[in-house]
Each structure stands twice: as structure tokens, then as C-alpha cells.
């Protein structure tokens, strides 16, 4: 049974940094793109960012490309958003996923799996 846990959620001024972590178990995680979505109150869930098997292509949702950074390491079975220059309207619940393909998607239904989620609050 596959399991991601996020980690790193928590109150920043704007303008300032965080820094989510994702540790998956129960597959090959060098096998899958791993990606980040999030969810604000009264909002539809968003793709964030994501990252394909071996690290080394990226994609970004247009609002958050420049000031967020998708990362893994397949030696720790974990992936990683640096979150830079927040801003009030990056705060949300922002979850980890595991895609069912080796190259990053941007659609949230290829997903098989999501972590239970991490709430990040901007404050300004």
C-alpha cells in the first residue's frame, strides 16, 4: 500500500520561505513523476508543480513558476517543494501526489496517489 506524508506546512509572513517534504513507501519511487497540488477554502484543488522520474524535468503552474522549486531524491523515497516569496494567495492545503506515469503531468487525475495534505497560511 503506497503512503505519502507531507511535512513542512506552517505560518510565514509574505514575502518569506518555506519548505515542503513528501517521503512516499509501498512502490518504486524512482519509478513514477511525483507532483505538489493544493486546495484553498471555496476553491477547486490546483496543480502546483510536478517532476518526472528522474528529477531533471520540471513543470510549474504559471502563478507559482519563478518563486516555487519541485526537487526529489530517489535515495530518500521523498520529493520536495522550496517555496519562496509567498504570498497570501499561495495559502492553502497543499498535498503530495504520485503519478501513475515516469514523466510529470500536469493533470491531477493521473494521480494515484495523495498524501493526507499540509496547510501552509501567508500572512501579510
Known amino acids: 500500500q503506497v503512503q505519502l506524508v507531507e511535512s513542512g506546512g506552517g505560518l510565514v509572513q509574505a514575502g518569506g520561505s518555506l519548505r515542503l517534504s513528501c517521503t512516499a513507501s509501498g512502490r518504486t519511487f524512482s519509478n513514477y513523476a511525483m507532483g505538489w497540488s493544493r486546495q484553498a477554502p471555496g476553491k477547486e484543488r490546483e496543480f502546483v508543480a510536478a517532476v518526472n522520474w528522474g528529477g531533471d524535468t520540471t513543470s510549474y503552474a504559471d502563478s507559482v513558476r519563478g518563486r516555487f522549486t519541485i526537487s526529489r531524491d530517489n535515495a530518500k523515497n521523498t520529493v520536495y517543494l522550496q517555496m519562496n516569496k509567498l504570498k497570501p494567495e499561495d495559502a492553502a492545503v497543499y498535498y503530495c501526489?504520485?503519478?501513475?506515469?515516469?514523466?510529470?503531468?500536469?493533470?491531477?487525475?493521473?494521480?494515484?496517489?495523495w498524501g493526507q495534505g499540509t496547510q501552509v497560511t501567508v500572512s501579510s
Open positions: 501526489g504520485q503519478a501513475r506515469t515516469a514523466a510529470w503531468t500536469r493533470t491531477l487525475n493521473t494521480y494515484d496517489y
